[in-house]
């Protein structure tokens, strides 16, 4: 499967496209259609102005917001600047479910306690999947206080409304989203940062979803994704909501398969049915809580997972079913279970946050920019080891931090 920079699925169109600089167009360039943006942007604001009223926005909120906005056009180019990435299944986890991710995820689990358990009690969405999802969404929030991750999202609204024609009813909703939460005072355009197609805060809210799904948690009498509390109770909400979560029950686990029992992701059983075919539990805690399943191994040779309903609710987010397996496992692992039992195959353990801080240092030294020595894999370090692997003549030049990368940079080039 081809991955883009941010490590999500090219195949599809999926939430998370419409979320991430990398994804927003899905694998496609996205350009300026000077067919359809035939107006000046300043004449463009002004035939806007009407849909803004229909939607009850006042028209000083419009004028003070429009009016003195640049389009930030740069948002045509940044897919066509973005670098493809090629993962395998085993490096797309391994990147993910990182020593960093797992450590850090354990010191905010304590650090919220309180708050995930009163989640947890009003709406019955486990605080493994929550905080597995904020750690795959922002860097359990890091990435919301990094400049260099964020952009004002309403200009970056207002150039996709006015000259993407392709997706061009999409972003004009999105950006009527934005001016009706400043219009209600929950924010200020300059506070609303985010990435270049519109996700904002913790959990990446689009403008659509801070406004109907979102939850004022903290009691400052507004609702915001930049708020912990307010993201991650709106996060539980979006799962009951559109993910049709299950209270109770469990993602799922990992299974052992026997022989002649294929893994089919579209068939559902009841897990006693699994049981009586022979599915047994691969780790220690046995069979979880759970209703119906679904069978499914993402790699011929590799783990397998009986899949249930709260799995499919997670995949809401994004409809990739190895985004919601990287965010369950990340969750598990955080609780304190291990790693699958079973191996990728041609797949090798996750390098330990030393060791991902060694590469760093030992790519830096050799002048590779990694943007930092934190022991994170983003996308500066990935370019840094691709380019790393190209020059050491190491193939594949994937950009992928692995005992390959670490060996041969001991090794020096």
Request: contains cysteine; hydrophobic residues 40%; positive net charge.
């Amino acid at each position: 499967m081809r991955y883009d920079s941010a490590g999500f699925p090219l195949s599809a169109l999926s939430r998370r496209a419409l979320l991430t600089a990398a994804g927003a167009a899905a694998g496609s360039v996205l350009l300026p259609d000077l067919a359809f943006a035939k107006q000046p942007f300043d004449q463009w604001v002004e035939s806007f102005r009407p849909r803004a009223q229909k939607r009850g926005i006042s028209d000083a909120t419009y004028s003070r917001v429009m009016k003195s906005i640049q389009p930030d056009t740069s948002v045509y180019a940044l897919d066509q600047k973005q670098d493809e990435f090629h993962e395998d299944t085993w490096q797309y986890l391994n990147r993910r479910v990182s020593d960093w991710r797992v450590r850090t995820g354990k010191e905010k689990l304590r650090e919220h306690s309180a708050l995930l358990s009163r989640i947890e009690r009003e709406f019955g969405v486990d605080r493994y999947t929550i905080v597995g999802l904020w750690g795959m969404e922002s860097a359990f929030g890091d990435v919301v206080l990094n400049p260099k991750h964020q952009r004002p999202i309403i200009p970056a609204l207002a150039a996709l409304a006015w000259g993407d024609a392709r997706r061009r009813t999409y972003w004009e909703q999105e950006l009527l989203n934005a001016l009706v939460i400043v219009d209600r005072g929950w924010a200020q355009p300059q506070e609303m940062q985010g990435s270049w197609a519109g996700a904002m805060g913790h959990t990446a809210w689009m403008p659509e979803v801070w406004l109907n799904i979102g939850k004022d948690y903290d009691g400052d009498g507004r609702i915001s994704p930049y708020s912990i509390p307010d993201a991650l109770a709106g996060t539980a909400r979006y799962l009951i909501s559109r993910g049709k979560y299950v209270k109770g029950q469990d993602w799922g686990c990992e299974v052992r398969v026997p022989p002649g029992i294929k893994a089919d992701r579209s068939t559902t059983r009841s897990l006693d049915a699994w049981k009586s075919a022979g599915v047994q539990p691969a780790g220690p805690r046995g069979f979880p809580r759970l209703g119906n399943a679904r069978l499914w191994q993402p790699v011929d040779g590799g783990p397998a997972f009986l899949i249930g309903q709260n799995f499919l609710a997670v995949r809401s987010y994004n409809p990739s079913f190895n985004y919601a397996l990287a965010i369950v496992h990340l969750g598990d692992r955080i609780r304190g279970d291990a790693p699958f039992a079973q191996q990728f195959p041609g797949g090798e353990r996750a390098l330990t946050l030393p060791e991902i801080q060694e590469v760093q240092q030992r790519l830096t030294r050799l002048g590779f920019d990694t943007g930092g020595t934190d022991g994170r894999v983003g996308r500066d370090t990935m370019v840094a080891i691709r380019n790393f692997q190209k020059r050491a003549g190491l193939a594949p030049a994937d950009g992928y931090a692995g005992l390959k990368v670490l060996t041969r940079l001991r090794q020096g080039l």
